[in-house]
């Protein structure tokens, strides 16, 4: 609930059948108005909104007491918001004292609804439903609850094993999974499969998962039909910005591997609630999957493998 303006004289609270949705479903929406004392309103509405946060990187000059320039990075966030749908449940009049009235309506999510993505480190989209008592040289009185949109597997990665080595003179990898579309906590089983063309020693054998999140280097100041970017970088030279996070898991220490010598190993690793695969308006969230030979005094021995991760099965 936000704050209410003046004095407590209404009260608006907004409730949902449920919090999870899928683009394309109706989202059933209850708005319930109380007075406590006399309120004029210009209108009551509810509002299906989308939030998007975005993190850029950009240069910034500056002089110096001797009139030097120099170019620095700095980093700022801006804003996006816009609505997918309104309804307009009270027009101009009093919400009277004593008074407590019932307002239902629905939305639909647009079939091509981006997910929600409300925990990423640069980049964050977040859906709710809003109601607002609107009143006139006065704070508007307002409650929101927050919708998740998520997108489910659809069955099409394939079969495997994923990948291909990036050192392939020196080892066949590939990782053996059952799908490449997964779900936010899941754990993924599987093997990585090394074949060594050549004999040599590793220092460790890992599989790591990465969350990989970009946000554009040039905003887009119409991101959408109704949404737009409360811009503030005119004139700035806008970079592309990028934030990694990675899980590591160790699924073997120090080893020799013969060549022609087949080798698998287990892992297991779990998705953390993060970010969902994504494609925004202004910036991706991409999942890889690695397979790696650690070496000592020269660059690894890996294999990469993209996979999508979903909100639910």
């Given at each position: 609930m936000f704050g209410?303006?003046?004095?407590?004289?209404?009260?608006?609270?907004?409730?949902?059948?449920?919090?999870?949705?899928?683009?394309?479903e109706t989202i059933p929406v209850l708005v319930t108005v109380t007075g406590e004392k006399d309120l004029n309103i210009r209108e009551g509405r509810v509002a299906l909104i989308c939030h998007e946060e975005y993190q850029y990187r950009y240069?910034?000059?500056?002089?110096?007491?001797?009139?030097r320039w120099s170019t620095h990075d700095k980093l700022e966030w801006q804003r996006a918001q816009g609505e997918a749908g309104k309804h307009v449940f009270l027009g101009e009049g009093t919400v009277r004292a004593g008074s407590s009235e019932r307002y239902e309506c629905n939305f639909t999510l647009p079939p091509d609804a981006l997910p929600s993505c409300p925990n990423g480190k640069?980049?964050?989209?977040?859906?709710?439903?809003?109601?607002?008592?609107?009143?006139?040289?006065?704070?508007?009185?307002?409650?929101?609850?927050?919708?998740?949109?998520?997108?489910?597997?659809?069955?099409?990665?394939?079969?495997?094993?994923?990948g291909r080595s990036?050192?392939?003179?020196?080892?066949?990898?590939?990782?053996?999974?059952?799908?490449?579309?997964?779900?936010?906590?899941?754990?993924?089983?599987?093997?990585?499969?090394?074949?060594?063309?050549?004999?040599?020693?590793?220092?460790?054998?890992?599989?790591?998962?990465?969350?990989v999140e970009q946000v554009h280097g040039a905003p887009d100041p119409a991101v959408s039909v109704g949404v737009h970017l409360d811009l503030g970088l005119a004139g700035k030279r806008v970079k592309g910005n990028e934030a990694t996070q990675v899980e590591k898991v160790k699924v073997q220490g120090g080893v020799k591997l013969e060549a022609s010598q087949e080798m698998a190993f287990p892992f297991r690793i779990t998705i953390p609630t993060a970010p969902v695969t994504a494609r925004l308006h202004d910036g991706t969230v991409r999942w890889m999957l690695k397979g790696i030979l650690a070496r000592t005094l020269r660059s690894d021995t890996q294999v990469e493998q993209e996979i999508v991760v979903y909100g639910a099965r």
């Open positions: 209410l303006f003046g004095g407590g004289k209404a009260s608006v609270k907004v409730a949902l059948e449920r919090t999870r949705y899928q683009p394309g240069e910034e000059r500056r002089r110096d007491a001797n009139g640069i980049l964050r989209l977040r859906w709710a439903v809003r109601a607002t008592l609107d009143r006139k040289m006065a704070g508007d009185i307002e409650d929101e609850a927050e919708v998740l949109v998520y997108h489910a597997p659809r069955g099409l990665s394939g079969t495997g094993p994923f990036n050192q392939p003179e020196e080892a066949a990898l590939s990782l053996a999974v059952p799908t490449l579309e997964w779900a936010l906590g899941e754990t993924i089983e599987g093997q990585l499969l090394v074949r060594p063309v050549k004999s040599f020693g590793v220092s460790e054998v890992r599989v790591e998962l990465l969350r």
